[in-house]
């Protein structure tokens, strides 16, 4: 059962599946990781695998800010690739004014 990652504008309406994250990848990043991810409130969020996250469009930015600074503090591979798709998704977010949905299926 993976956690679904869209862009969209209403959530009724989300347009584009961007990424899974399978749960053992979630734990990992989450898990494992959790003293590390708690201090960034905003990608936290999807920290619980059981429960939905919505970023808005005015969130988009603060997440970004996030994610570049996990880029640079992380040693993890898989922490870092996580976060390259992330910046991704939030960079194409900014640009299309999408906000971005995590729902676990």
């Known amino acids: 059962m993976p956690y679904n990652i869209y862009l969209g504008i209403p959530q009724k309406r989300c347009e584009i599946h961007f990424f899974e994250l399978e749960e053992k990848l979630h734990d990992h ?3 494992k990781n959790q003293n590390f ?6 990608l936290s969020r999807i920290s619980d695998y059981y429960r939905n996250a919505i970023f808005f469009v005015d969130d988009i930015v603060v997440l970004l800010s996030e994610i570049e600074t996990i880029l640079e503090k992380s040693n993890d591979l898989q922490v870092k690739v996580f976060c390259h798709d992330m910046k991704k998704l939030c960079e ?14």
């Open 29 to 31: 990043l989450f898990i």
């Open 37 to 42: 991810f708690k201090r960034y409130e905003r």
């Open 92 to 105: 194409r977010a900014t640009k299309e004014q999408k906000n971005i949905y995590c729902f676990c299926d």
